[in-house]
């Protein structure tokens, strides 16, 4: 059980699109889903973290218009990349909470997308 | 402001040598502890936890990790490597009070044959 899945897991985007990555929890309700970044060979970062139906909470220095997140049921939470550049590619990895899962503090997460912006 | 160190950011060992994994957290409330393994261009896969109780937690893969409050550490161990191990293993603590987890920055397990 707490199956959190990502899509797509790789992805190649030209400079100045936008790209949309979905996190989905499968058997679960996910209370709060959180977003990560991760540069190689470093940790993860938070970027933000979002509950159902509310505005998404960002971590200073986090460009909330550039990483829109949007968490529009219980189920799924989407993190777009507006306007990508190249140091933008990054591994983006979500992972999400729920409030009957192990007492409400264990993040389960997502396979990671990696993003790639040429 | 909370932190997690984790000593060693490339750690070797033998193939059946004790493994030894290295976490510090800074917090005068003893948070929820985790060790998580994560191997190239996967996510992070949860190996074991700590929320209260028994200090000495025992994880998959033959892991284990002992709640040292005194010491504000949470070393990970297992007695003997496989080569299957070879991963990155990070440590992460959620403050008491929030849902939020703070990683540590990681140390890189090559076992040698």
């Known amino acids: 059980g707490a199956v959190v899945s990502q899509h797509p897991s790789w992805v190649i985007c030209k400079s100045g699109t936008s790209v949309k990555i979905e996190c989905r929890s499968l058997?679960?309700?996910?209370?709060?889903m959180f977003w990560y970044r991760q540069f190689p060979k470093q940790s993860l970062m938070l970027m933000a973290t979002?509950?159902?139906?509310?505005?998404?909470?960002?971590e200073q220095g986090v460009e909330k218009d550039k990483f829109l997140i949007n968490h529009a049921s219980l189920t799924l939470s989407t993190l777009t990349v507006t306007s990508a550049h190249p140091e933008d590619s990054s591994f983006y990895i979500c992972?999400?909470?729920?409030?009957?899962?192990?007492?409400?503090?264990?993040?389960?997460f997502g396979p990671g997308t990696r993003l790639t912006v040429t | 402001a909370q932190s997690v160190t984790q000593l060693g950011s490339h750690v070797s060992v033998s193939e059946g040598a004790l493994v030894l994994l290295r976490c510090n957290y800074s917090?005068?409330?003893?948070?929820?502890l985790f060790w998580y393994v994560q191997y190239p261009n996967q996510g992070l896969q949860l190996l074991l936890k700590?929320?209260?109780?028994?200090?000495l937690v025992k994880g998959i893969n033959g892991f284990e990790a002992e709640f040292k409050k005194s010491e504000t550490s949470f070393h990970l161990t297992k007695p003997s490597a496989h080569m299957s191990d070879a991963a990155e293993y990070f440590c992460a603590v959620s403050p008491s009070g929030t849902y939020k987890y703070i990683f540590g920055t990681g140390t890189r397990l090559k076992v040698l044959a």
């Open positions: 979002s509950n159902e139906g509310s505005k998404a909470t960002y």
């Open positions: 700590y929320t209260t109780g028994a200090t």
């Open positions: 992972s999400a909470r729920g409030s009957g899962l192990a007492g409400g503090y264990e993040q389960y």
């Open positions: 058997d679960f309700q996910a209370t709060t």
């Open positions: 917090s005068s409330v003893p948070p929820y």
